[in-house]
């Protein structure tokens, strides 16, 4: 398939803004709700297309040293459930080791669904 | 609530509900007034109608709510003719609950089973809830006290045979549900794998099985200005641990933005857990609402999970349903956050 210009990431951001300057303003009350979960839907789509890959690396070679392997993420989080259901990290500062790296991939989640409380999160750690 | 103005009932539909209601109510007639669509509930479908009852002992106008199931509902979710027995039984108990009024179970009717319930006046919405100067620590309690009500309906009560009994107790098969819910991400999503791992391990011994709301939390009771008016979404009922409910109530995923309040981002858990134990019978044990605190966070993941497969897998195309699925990274951090709390308590 070759893809032509402008690509995915690009569409969609100017979709939003568009929609967000021209349609938004206008659209009556009782179609606000779907209104707002479209610019949340678009907002979200155009995050993980500008996001991509980019975090994977580091995530993995965390991953990596809980288990004791190396691979890429989508490789070794397979792993990691399956050694969590084998009881490899039942033990307490094995456990506590495990959510550090949790977090961490969960925040990289948080920065494509939903970056207010990645940001809320950023503020308070230790919430 | 209010109603949404437009017309939800078909014609044909209508006449077939009134006649029906005329034989139910022992009446002349009755007109069903159509008053449309109320909000909220991504698993229900609620009209308002007022019935106007001519003869029979319930003569009169009374504003009600017609609750129906959706196309397809989550694992978990009772029928509405159950849903419509559990609110019986907690009515008779003397919950604050809107008294159902006709149970339909036929589904020829409408299209799917439904029954009709007094319509309660004020607000749900978590986020209107929540906003308030002081915390509303009255409030709290009443929620408390209610709990402690509806948990005095036990196994045996007659209407409520239905209710499947949890095996081997309430939280592992709790645990056990979560895990079939989960699916595949069990497998891929280490958070949900480590989550159901420490909820297996961690499961309190049996204690007392009661009747659990199971989805009792701000957004789904009605105020009135000050004056709780209504406890509604029943359809998640069933026999549980009576530390599920309170757990569920304070979770960190119900506070609405308000996490300095941890009783439903209303109030302290003080006030929520001294109204309980005013009419449980029972005292608070907070290891175990902690517990169940977890299981909230997991139980929310996977509901999330399946709402997200409703559209996911064409049964019924929503950009709601979608958006939940993209809900769960900040649910998992609830649930992370919870962990790192329980396992730093001494």
């Known amino acids: ?127 | 609530m209010s109603g949404g103005g437009k017309a939800a009932l078909d014609p044909d539909r209508k006449a077939a509900l009134e006649s029906w209601l005329t034989g139910q109510a022992g009446a002349r007639s009755v007109t069903v007034i159509d008053e449309g669509r109320l909000s909220g509930g991504a698993i229900s479908l609620n009209l308002a109608v007022t019935l106007e009852i001519d003869g029979g002992p319930l003569s009169g106008s009374h504003p009600c709510v017609l609750r129906t199931g959706s196309a397809s509902g989550v694992s978990a979710s009772l029928g509405k003719a159950e849903e419509a027995a559990v609110l019986r039984a907690v009515f008779a108990a003397g919950a604050t609950v809107p008294e159902p009024l006709f149970i339909g179970a036929d589904p020829a009717m409408l299209g799917a089973p439904f029954y009709i319930m007094r319509r309660a006046t004020g607000v749900a919405a978590g986020f209107r809830i929540v906003k308030s100067e002081e915390p509303r620590r009255e409030l709290a309690r009443e929620l408390g006290r209610q709990l402690g009500l509806i948990h005095r309906v036990r196994p045996g009560v007659a209407g409520l045979e239905f209710l499947a009994r949890p095996e081997p107790t309430a939280a592992l098969q709790a645990v056990g549900d979560f895990r079939r819910w989960a699916g595949r991400y069990a497998a891929s999503d280490p958070v949900l794998a480590y989550g159901l791992r420490w909820l297996e391990r961690n499961a309190p011994p049996p204690g007392d099985l009661v009747l659990c709301h199971r989805d009792y939390r701000t957004g789904n009771y009605m105020v009135d200005g000050d004056r709780l008016t209504a406890i509604i979404d029943w359809e998640f009922a069933g026999w549980s641990d009576p530390m599920e409910d309170l757990g569920w109530f304070c979770a960190a995923c119900w506070r609405f933005g308000r996490n300095d309040r941890e009783a439903g981002g209303i109030a302290d858990r003080a006030d929520l857990y001294a109204g309980y134990e005013e009419t449980a019978g029972r005292r608070v044990d907070p290891a175990a609402v902690a517990y169940w605190e977890a299981a909230a966070c997991m139980r929310w993941a996977v509901i999330a999970i399946q709402q997200a497969d409703r559209h996911i897998s064409g049964t019924e195309p929503s950009l709601e349903l979608a958006l939940t699925g993209r809900m769960l990274p900040e649910i998992e951090m609830d649930l992370l956050r919870h962990l790192d709390a329980v396992e730093a308590a001494p």
Do not use: W, Y
Request: hydrophobic share 45%.
């Open chain 1, 1 to 127: 398939m070759i893809n032509d210009d402008p690509g995915a990431r690009d569409l969609v951001a100017i979709a939003l803004r568009s929609f967000r300057e021209a349609i938004l303003p206008v659209v009556p009350a009782d179609q606000r709700f779907t209104a707002l979960m479209i610019a949340n839907a678009l907002g979200t789509a155009e995050r993980e297309l500008a996001a991509g890959t980019g975090a994977e690396p580091a995530l993995a070679a965390a991953v990596g040293d809980l288990l004791g392997e190396t691979g890429d993420l989508p490789v070794l989080l397979p792993r990691l459930c399956a050694a969590i259901d084998s009881g490899r990290f039942d033990a307490p500062d094995r456990q506590s080791a495990l959510r550090a790296v949790l977090k961490d991939i969960t925040l990289a989640r948080l920065a494509v669904s939903n970056p207010k409380r990645l940001s809320v999160e950023q503020r308070e750690p230790g919430r």
